[in-house]
C-alpha cells in the first residue's frame, strides 16, 4: 500500500536499551505519523511530522523521540525502552493536501516486545 | 480534541446476512473527514470507505455503506451480504481538514471486532 516500508517487522528487546524504528515511503508525502496500536485502545497517534525537520507530539509522545531529516524517513525512537512500550507500532502517512481525496496510508506495523 | 466512541467491542453476525457497526463522535468542527478501516488478521490497515461532512449523501463502496448523521455526530458502517473475509477489526476514525499553518491527524476509536460465522 502506497510504498511505506517498516522495518524491522518484528523486534524483541530488553528494558532499559534504546530501539529505533524506520518509516521510509516512496510516495513524497509530506505528512508522517507514528501510531500505537493496543488491545482495548485502538490507535494512538504518538507524533507526527509536517515537513522536514517539523514534527510535532501526539497524545501518548512520552518516553519517545522522533527524527526527520528527509522526506522519505521517518524515525522513532524509544529512548530507555520499557515494558510498558511493548506494542504494534504503525507508521502512516498522507499527501497534506487536504484534498478531497486526503486519506492515510499505512505501513505493514512493527511488532515491539520488551522484555 | 475530537473523540470518537465505538460502543461495541466484539460483534458476530452470519454469512450474508447484514450488520451495523455503531460509530459516534465529538467535535466543533463543521467540516471534517470520517472513515471506515478494516484490519484483517494479517494487520494491515485498509481503507473501507471515506465520508465527507459537507456532503449530506451516505457514501456506499459496493458492500459497504454508512448512515452519516451530522447532527447526532453519528457514523455508523452497514456491510450486507456479509462475507468471511470481512471477519475483521474494524475501527472509526476522524480527520480534521488542513488549516493554513495547522495539521491534520486521524483520531482513531478503540475497534469493534467482526466476527463472520459460516
Known amino acids: 500500500d502506497a510504498g511505506i516500508t517498516q522495518s524491522p517487522r518484528h523486534k524483541v528487546t530488553e528494558t532499559g536499551t534504546p530501539v529505533t524504528l524506520r518509516c521510509h515511503q516512496t510516495?513524497?508525502?509530506?505528512?508522517m505519523y507514528w501510531y500505537r496500536q493496543d488491545p482495548g485502545h485502538g490507535l494512538r497517534l504518538i507524533h507526527y511530522?509536517?515537513?522536514?525537520?517539523?514534527?510535532d507530539k501526539g497524545e501518548v509522545s512520552d518516553g519517545y523521540s522522533v527524527s526527520r531529516s528527509k522526506t522519505e524517513d521517518f524515525l522513532l525512537t524509544l529512548e530507555s525502552a520499557t515494558s510498558s512500550q511493548t506494542s504494534v507500532y504503525f507508521c502512516?502517512?498522507?499527501?497534506?493536501?487536504?484534498?478531497?481525496?486526503?486519506?492515510?496510508?499505512f505501513g505493514s506495523g512493527t511488532q515491539l516486545s520488551v522484555l | 480534541a475530537q473523540t470518537v466512541t465505538q460502543s461495541q467491542p466484539e460483534m458476530s453476525v452470519q454469512e450474508a446476512e447484514t450488520v451495523t457497526l455503531s460509530c459516534t463522535y465529538d467535535?466543533?468542527?463543521?467540516?471534517?473527514?470520517l472513515f471506515w478501516y478494516k484490519q484483517p488478521p494479517s494487520r494491515q490497515m485498509i481503507l473501507v470507505i471515506r465520508?465527507?461532512?459537507?456532503?449530506?449523501q451516505n457514501a456506499t463502496e459496493n458492500r459497504f455503506s454508512v448512515n452519516f448523521q451530522k447532527a447526532a455526530k453519528s457514523f455508523s458502517l452497514k456491510i450486507s451480504d456479509s462475507q468471511l473475509g470481512d471477519t475483521a477489526m474494524y475501527f472509526c476514525?476522524?480527520?480534521?481538514?488542513?488549516?493554513?499553518?495547522?495539521?491534520?491527524?486521524?483520531?482513531f476509536g478503540k475497534g469493534t471486532k467482526l466476527t463472520v460465522n459460516p
Open positions: 502512516a502517512t498522507s499527501t497534506g493536501t487536504g484534498g478531497a481525496n486526503e486519506k492515510l496510508f
Open positions: 510516495e513524497n508525502h509530506r505528512y
Open positions: 511530522s509536517y515537513g522536514v525537520k517539523d514534527t
Open positions: 467535535t466543533s468542527e463543521n467540516n471534517y473527514y
Open positions: 465520508q465527507e461532512a459537507y456532503k449530506q
Open positions: 476514525a476522524f480527520m480534521k481538514p488542513l488549516t493554513q499553518g495547522g495539521s491534520e491527524k486521524l483520531v
